[in-house]
């Protein structure tokens, strides 16, 4: 399972994104140009140290995703309050990508036309959206329990514990692809 984030514009959220798959075990895929810096103190914040853990792959535009999932024979699944489908009755595959639009304008119809499904969160009437980082953990968990890819549940080390001869056990794993 992975997510992709299309253009993010909100810092803030892509840290928590970024967190939630380092917690989960979920390879990121950003999709620039970003609407922000990743040196940004917010993003940084909101990601905490957990960034160091992600496994994390940028793109330098949308033509290089397609180009890498094409490659990587990955269905599409695009989060978005136009979906045609609610997000429970999917059948989730271990490969699939679940793509996040932009918080201030979602995708363009290019993207939009180009997503193997179009999920939504059913919500009550009168509201336009959730949080685009609550979305992903709605979805995602419900992905990763259908293909019963939950990341095992290790016991937390108590303050000593992780203290003393600790090793961080991931590392910011960072790849791009341009298109080339």
Request: proline share 6%.
């Amino acid at each position: 399972m992975r997510i992709a984030l299309f253009q993010p514009d909100i810092p803030q959220n892509t840290g928590t994104i970024l967190r939630l798959c380092a917690c989960l075990d979920v390879e990121a895929h950003i999709i620039e140009p970003a609407g922000f810096p990743v040196s940004d103190r917010n993003f940084r914040r909101a990601g905490m140290d957990y960034l160091e853990s992600v496994r994390l792959v940028r793109h330098q535009s949308w033509q290089a995703f397609e180009q890498w999932r094409h490659d990587a024979d990955a269905r599409l699944l695009l989060l978005t309050t136009a979906g045609g489908q609610c997000y429970l009755d999917q059948k989730y595959r271990a490969d699939d990508i679940l793509l996040l639009g932009r918080e201030s304008a979602g995708v363009p119809n290019e993207v939009h036309a180009t997503a193997d499904a179009r999920l939504v969160i059913p919500m009550a009437g009168g509201l336009r959206s959730l949080n685009v980082a609550m979305a992903a953990a709605i979805v995602l968990g419900e992905a990763l329990r259908q293909t019963g890819d939950f990341a095992p549940v290790r016991p937390v080390p108590t303050k000593s514990e992780s203290a003393v001869g600790s090793v961080n056990p991931g590392s910011l794993d960072l790849a791009s692809s341009n298109g080339a």
